[in-house]
């Protein structure tokens, strides 16, 4: 089993900064894509940013881009979000994705297949 666990959210005002982090156990994320997700109420689940097993290749959401920049640290087995001048639109529960197999950072947008997920960790802006 794969074990997912984000933390690092809370409640920050419009143009702040937050960092999440997921840490994995059970298996090293050496092999996996790893993604960010987020889901605000009543609202689809919707892609973040993603990135390869070597950190080099990164994708983000086009809301986020020059904002949000998704690493990871496969020594440590984990992988973080930075988020930066945030606005209240962000309020979600950020998840954190892993996905084995993926050869291309582009396959972490898809959302429906096969993967792990964590529990998620809530980020709220205030205006």
């Known amino acids: 089993q794969v074990q997912l666990v984000e933390s690092g959210g809370g409640l920050v005002r419009t143009e702040g900064s937050l960092r999440l982090s997921c840490a994995a156990s059970?298996?090293?994320?050496?092999?996996?894509?790893m993604g960010w997700f987020r889901q605000a109420p009543g609202k689809e689940r919707e892609f973040v940013a993603g990135i390869l097993r070597s950190g080099g290749s990164t994708v983000y959401a086009d809301s986020v881009k020059g904002r949000f920049t998704i690493s990871r640290d496969n020594a440590k087995n984990t992988v973080s979000l930075q988020m930066n001048s945030l606005k209240p639109e962000y309020t979600a529960v950020y998840y954190c994705?892993?996905?084995?197999?993926?050869?291309?950072?582009?396959?972490?947008?898809?959302?429906?297949?096969?993967?792990?997920w964590g529990q998620g960790t809530q980020v709220t802006v205030s205006s």
């Open positions: 059970g298996r090293t994320l050496s092999s996996y894509g």
């Open positions: 994705r892993a996905r084995p197999g993926v050869t291309s950072v582009h396959q972490m947008r898809v959302m429906s297949a096969f993967g792990f």
